[in-house]
Every structure is written in C-alpha cells, then in structure tokens.
C-alpha cells in the first residue's frame, strides 16, 4: 500500500514542473551581491524551486487547456524517469559549485569562506522549503476546487472556475495582506516600539545643560528612544576632536527628537528647532538636518567624520518618524518616512533664512537609506532656489527615490549605473569605496549633491524588471565589490534581489548597505568643501575611524 501510495505520488508531480524547479533551484545557487549563509541560501533556493515548478506547472495545464497532443503513456513514463535522472544529476552539479560561488562574493568582502558541509545544508533545507510551498500550492488548489463545486450549483462550470479562482485569490492575498504583512508589521512596529524604549545600562542622561536630554532641555530624555539616546550620549567630544587634531575643539550640538515627543510630525519639528536654538546650534559654522533610517538610527559612520572636519563646530538635529528597519518600509510602503523629513526641513530652513546670510551657519541635509529617499522628499528645488542650502550627502539611495533613479537613468552615457557621471558635475556627483567625486574639469554650482553608494547594496540597486531583464548594474565594467560569477537569469534574480534586500545590513562594513566612515570623510570634504586638510591630515583621520572599529 505504502508502494503505491509513493507511486500516485510521484506521478502527481509534473514533470515540467520539476524539470523547471531544478534549473530554478540551479540558478539560485549563483551569486548575487550579498553572501548568503546556508539557511538563507537553502530557503531562498527551495522558493526558486517551487517558482519554477509553478511556472512549469502552469506551462503544462496551458497544454493541456489548449487540447495539443499528449505523450502515450509508455513514452510518458520514460520521459518522467529520464526527467528525474536529469533533475538529480543537474541539481547535484550546481551544489557541488554551491561553495565556489558563495566564495567569489565572501572574497571580495574579506569573508571567510564557507565551510565544506555548506552544500549539503543548502540542499536539505532547501528540499524541506520545497515540500512546504508545494504543499501549501495544493491547498490552494483544493480550496480553489472546493468553492468551484459550490458555485457549479448556480452558474456555469467554467463561470465558475473563474469566480472561483478570483474568490481563492482574493481570500490568500486578504491572509497574506492582513495576516503577514498588516498584522506583522503592526506587531513587530509594536515589538521595536518596546524595544526602543528600553535605555541601554551603559547610557546615562546627560548632564550638560546644553545637551538634548539633559534635565535643562526641552526634549525629556525617556522620550529620545534607544536610537536617540544612544546618537545623544555617543560621539566624538571636543576632547576626542581637539586631541586627533593636535588643537582645541568645540563640543559638537546635536538635537534628537524622539517619536514619544510629539503626537504629529509637525510638533515634533518645531520642538526640535526650539532645542535646536536652545544649545545653540544656529551659532556654529554649519549646520546639518538629518533624516534618520526607519529605526531612528542616525549613523555615527556618517556623523562623527564631519564633526571632525568641522573641529567640533558643526550642529546637526534629527526627528525619528518610525521604529520599523527601512527595507520592511521600503517594501510595504517607501514614502513612510517624507512626512516628517520635510516638516522638519520646513521648521529648520524656514528659520535658517531669516537670519543673516553672513553669520548663519552653512546648512546641510544628510539621509541614509529609507532616510535618504525621505531627505529627497523633503524639499523641491524650486522651493529653494532663491536662497539655497549649501549642500546634500545622501547615502545607500533607495531603489524608490525619485530623484536619484532620474539622475541615474539619464546620466551621462558610457558612464555605468553603479557609478554614474551626470552631465557636467556642477549639481550632483556618485562615488563609492574608492573616491570618485574629482572629476577632471568639473566646477561645483551653488549646491552640491553628493551620492555615496556601494556597487553591492541591494537596497539602491534592486528591481523589479529583474523579474525579466537583466539590470544595467550587472553589464561591464562591473563594481569591484560584485562578483563575476554573477549572472541574470530570469525571476531566480528577482528573488534572489528580494532576499538581498533583507540581508543588505550583514554585509561587512564598506560592503552592501554598511556604509564605513573613510568613505564618508570623501563625500563631506566635497560637499561642504571642507579646505585645510592635507591628504596626511585626511589620512589620520580614516586610518582613526578603521582602527575605532577593530
């Protein structure tokens, strides 16, 4: 019984199906621009598998539907045995290299490589993911049949076929929009909002007058949040600035305003101008509005460079707008965070003009991530062009940002997407891990635009034409942090970018959508044209930041 049992099981599966799911299963294998682990790679490649038998599946009902010839039952049978010894033999072949290929990309990140068991791992768990999607596809299909038959009383068989199947869709995706998506991210928005109230054991209020949070300010110190304490209470101090550069230093000014502050974010705004002007922040010589990343991170890689570049005199303000990690906003909804990055903008900007251009501090705006996307919403150009800021770093730019795809789809040509040159340099310029941004007979405008984006951060090069073309990022010349074993292939590259998505943050540092501060000390010094630094002086201060991280 067991026997035949097995045996109506097997011949269940289509063969076009699983002829399909194993060249699926063999293309997930290859790399894209993370390293994967083998529980990652395992589950990302038995969702391929079950893709890939899906498209199969549907290939062969399309067949089916259309009345062509079937293959003879003898023939089938040796067709399906063949299929199977062609489905192991492939899959067996593509893991072998499973290693090899994770290795080229761990490489070029300074990654150890994985270990000898790796192919294995990645082979059971992704059987293992295999069997649950097809298993859930089949209750798909017997509900879908279920309420058929039901309708089969009271309209036509194939009327109801198709309102059954709109039914059955509309109740899964109802599931996985008000189950998963909805209700998940409600309860993990939830779960981060507790965590965020939590105060780290090392982190004291401060007790500087002049300091957000301390007992003078006007921002209470449990309202902050983790992020906002911890970016308040951390930092390089005037000691730390003075002592590197061999002179005394100012205390650098930084406002945090956290989501417990205010009900809107326009209340929230306007308190942080108040604190704003309050530790004096519109005295210093520059002056920079943050948009921090969906968890209200502002990243001390970013921060702390420019505040040594500024000996100390530099302020920066910052107002959190969520709890989520940016690529959960990215995915369900990108403009999450525009609302209160251009209310704070409108605060801070509207007071920066009233006051005298010749003593006012130069103003700066700096995003990264899901904060770079809100920092580009957070202004138009023609709004401030009767009296501009000085200047944007924009980092990790988000696949939906608006201004940055433009720019990228119309730069320069021969220029690549990675790494993109946009017309005469004089408004905006790219660079990555290796200083890009002095461009030979180029001036800057007014307003300088910098972005500092990594060839390997999924988060910026995402997309979802991926699905059936191969992006431009992956044509030649490549980044030097993209492996060349990557290669397109059609919907495996799609989910392989989705999963890239979620990994982006476990790139190691300067790699993916971990961005290091010897990158940023290039960015800063072109964008607020930061003059008396010699290259030694320059090459101290990224040689500090490296030797800070070990």
Sequence with gaps: MLRNWVIRYWYSFSMTGLLLGTLFFAASLTPTLIPRNYVTQGALSGFSAAAGYGVGFFLRWLWRYLELPELRSRVLRVSKLVGAVACGIIGLLFLW??????????GLMKLAPVDTGHPLEVGAIALVTFIVLIALARLFNATLHFVSAQLRRFVPTRVSYVIGTTIVVLLFWSAADGIIFRYGLRVLDS????????MPPDTKQPSDP??????????????????????????PTGADIGGLAGKPAKEPVRVYVGLQSGDTPQLRAKLALEELKRAGGFERSTLVIITPTGTGWVDEQAIDPIEFLHNGDIASVATQYSYLASWMSLLVEPGYGAEQSRALFTEIYGYWRTLPRETRPKLYLFGLSLGALSTELS???????????????????PFASRIWRSITDNRNPGTPEWLPEFRDGSYVRFTAQKNALDIPG????????????????????????????EPDWMKTPRGPDVSPELRW??????????????????????????????????????????????PDDVAKLKQHFIDKRK
């Design 379 to 397: 202004n138009e150009l023609f709004e401030v062009l009767g009296d501009p800021y000085q200047g944007a770093l924009l980092s990790g730019p």
């Design 489 to 534: 292939y059609p919907v495996v590259t799609f989910l392989q970018l989705t999963l890239d998505i979620a990994m982006a943050t476990t790139a190691p540092m300067g790699y993916g959508h971990v961005y290091a501060a010897e990158h940023y000390i290039d960015a800063w010094m072109q964008v607020a044209d930061i003059q008396g630094w010699s």
């Design 97 to 106: 290299r499973a290693a090899e290929w994770q290795n080229s990309i761990r």
């Design 210 to 235: 002049a300091k957000a949070g301390s007992e003078a300010s006007l921002v209470r110190w449990q309202d902050l949040g983790r992020m906002g304490r911890s970016y308040i209470s951390t930092g």
């Design 191 to 198: 779960s981060f909002q507790r965590l965020d109230a939590l």
């Design 442 to 469: 180029a001036q800057w405008g007014p307003l300088r635009l910098v972005y500092l984006q990594y060839a390997s951060d999924p988060i910026t090069f995402y997309e979802t034409h991926s699905l059936y073309r």
